[in-house]
């Protein structure tokens, strides 16, 4: 009986273990109004006369020498979408999303939208 106190208490240490991993992966957009200084590798895309910096799926608006998170902007459209993006289903409609932004694929682009 002893024993098998001692392998609980061990799987369920693991379990704890692999839980607290698992919730650092998770991939969420960050505040909008955050500002940070650089960016790695960003693509800039102009949207309605709004220059947009766009890295690792999250938007932002340069303000002098740094960057501020902002919502991405409805309608603009992407060749191609950021890396670990998934597919979901939003009333029957097929989207993809990433961080939570929502795309619909349009021919060979894929649009912004909200959902």
């Known amino acids: 009986m002893k024993n098998l106190k001692v392998v609980l208490v061990i799987i ?10 698992a919730q650092r ?3 969420v957009y960050p505040k909008h109004g955050t500002v ?3 960016i790695h590798t960003p ?3 102009l949207h309605k006369g709004i220059n947009y910096h766009f890295a690792a799926g999250v938007w932002y608006k ?9 919502a991405a902007p409805r ?4 060749r191609t979408l950021p890396r670990g993006h998934r597919v979901v ?4 409609r097929k989207y993809f999303a990433y961080k939570g ?9 894929y649009k912004v939208v909200y959902v």
Not at 101 to 109: L, P, S, V
Request: contains cysteine; proline residues 0%; hydrophobic residues 40%.
């Open 36 to 38: 940070v200084t650089t």
């Open 101 to 109: 932004i929502h795309y619909r694929k349009i021919g060979k682009t």
């Open 12 to 21: 369920a240490f693991f379990g704890m273990l692999s839980a607290g991993n």
């Open 25 to 27: 992966n998770v991939k």
């Open 62 to 70: 340069a303000r002098g020498r740094k960057y501020v998170v902002c």
């Open 43 to 45: 693509r800039i895309i």
């Open 75 to 78: 309608g603009v459209v992407l």
């Open 89 to 92: 289903y939003v009333k029957g």
